[in-house]
C-alpha cells in the first residue's frame, strides 16, 4: 500500500490570460470621432484626417470607410507583425484586384474571406486561412500567438445591447482572451468604451459570431 499522506495535491490549472500587444487602427482615420460618424453627426467627409487614408477626395473617403473593417484589422496585423503602415485606400485598391471586394453595381461586396487570406499570404508573407471556428477554437488560435479576424454584428460594440437581428456583417480583430472573455479591436468602437482591447464576454459572443474567421499568424505558423 502507497503511502500518499505527504503527497502535495496538483496545483490549479492557471487562469488562461493571453494578451496579443497590437497596435489598435479604427476604419476611420480619426478614431476619436467614429462615434460621431456611427451616430450620423458628423459625416465621413469631415473626417479632418482623411487624406491620410490614400484616398483621392473625401467623398471617396466617406464612402470607403464604411467598408473598412477588414483592412482595419489587416492594418493592425501588419503593424504588430511587420511594423508597417501602409495606407488603408492602398490596401483597399490591392484587395479589390485580388478579388476579397467585388463591385456590385454602386456597392461593394467583401470583404470575401478566402481570396483576402490569399492576398494576405502573397503580399505580406503572412500565414493566413479563412475558416470556420467556434467560439472554443478562437481562444485556441489567440492563446496559440495568432490574431483572429471574426465576422461579429457591428453592434458587438455593446455586448450588453439588445440582441442583434443577425450575425456577421463587419471584422474585428480577436487580441486576447482569458476564461471569461474575449478581446477585440474594433475598428468601429467608441472612443474610450469598445475600440482597443474590448472586453466582450464569452457568454454574450455567440450573439454576434457568425462562426466565420480569418486566422492570421507569422509565416508558418498555421498548417493547411
Known sequence: MVDRGDARPEAPARPVRVVHEVPYRAQWESAELVREIVDG???????????????????????????????????????????????AMALAEECLAAGAYLRDGDGLRGLIHAPFAGYVERRWGLAARARELTPEEVSAEVVGGRLVMLS????????????????????????????????????????????????????????????RAIVLGPPGALST
Open 41 to 87: 453627426r458628423l459625416d465621413a467627409s469631415a473626417d479632418p484626417r482623411w487624406g491620410q487614408s490614400g484616398a483621392a477626395t473625401a467623398e471617396e473617403y466617406a464612402w470607403w470607410s464604411w467598408r473598412l473593417c477588414g483592412v482595419a484589422c489587416l492594418r493592425m496585423a501588419l503593424a504588430h507583425w511587420w511594423g508597417v503602415n501602409p495606407a
Open 152 to 211: 461579429v454584428h457591428p453592434s458587438i460594440r455593446e455586448p450588453y445591447g439588445p440582441e442583434p437581428v443577425r450575425r456577421g456583417g463587419h471584422l474585428v480583430l480577436a487580441v486576447g482572451a482569458t476564461d471569461t472573455a474575449l478581446l477585440v479591436h474594433n475598428p468601429s468602437g467608441f472612443p474610450g468604451e469598445s475600440q482597443a482591447f474590448a472586453r466582450v464576454p464569452w457568454r454574450s459572443f455567440g450573439r454576434f459570431y457568425a462562426g
